[in-house]
């Protein structure tokens, strides 16, 4: 474990998660997807505190952006992007049998893709 930590390039993951992460309040807003979104998945928002579902969030960013990290520090791009694949793939299950429409499922799949690729692309810069 600490081997596998001391691979991470913490600068690329910081940078990775600020994007992708600030790009979630920009996919689900008015200015891109969030009318026809909210209206697919049946309207209405979280309830409880907003922080349960953002704290998940983030956590979950982090998480793939050190995944995307190691995988680009090691030459193996494809796992990230294979992990970020399954990832969408079980939310696309998990929205269509929760009800969402096709749309709304697009939409929170497709964000899963849109963070992958912001990540691999920094990786490569960075």
């Known amino acids: 474990m600490q081997e596998l930590l001391s691979?991470?390039?913490?600068v690329p993951v910081l940078v990775s998660f600020v994007l992708a992460f600030g790009l979630g309040?920009?996919?689900?807003?008015?200015v891109m997807?969030?009318?026809?979104w909210n209206a697919g998945k049946g309207g209405?928002?979280?309830?409880?505190?907003?922080?349960?579902?953002?704290?998940a969030q983030a956590v979950s960013?982090?998480?793939?952006?050190?995944?995307?990290?190691?995988?680009?520090?090691?030459?193996?791009?494809?796992h990230a992007v294979l992990v970020a694949i399954t990832i969408a793939g079980f939310?696309?299950?998990n929205g269509l049998?929760?009800?969402k429409n096709k749309y709304a499922v697009?939409?929170?799949?497709?964000?899963?893709?849109?963070?992958?690729?912001?990540?691999?692309?920094?990786?490569?810069?960075?």
């Not at 309040?25 to 008015?30: N, R, T």
């Not at 697009?106 to 920094?122: D, R």
């Open 7 to 10: 691979n991470i390039e913490w």
């Open 25 to 30: 309040w920009l996919w689900y807003s008015p």
């Open 33 to 36: 997807f969030y009318e026809k």
């Open 44 to 55: 209405g928002v979280w309830q409880a505190p907003m922080w349960m579902p953002m704290s």
């Open 61 to 78: 960013t982090l998480l793939l952006a050190i995944i995307t990290n190691l995988a680009a520090t090691d030459g193996h791009v494809g």
């Open 91 to 93: 939310v696309k299950a």
């Open 97 to 99: 049998y929760s009800g």
């Open 106 to 126: 697009g939409v929170e799949a497709g964000f899963v893709i849109a963070m992958i690729v912001v990540m691999v692309v920094v990786n490569m810069i960075l």
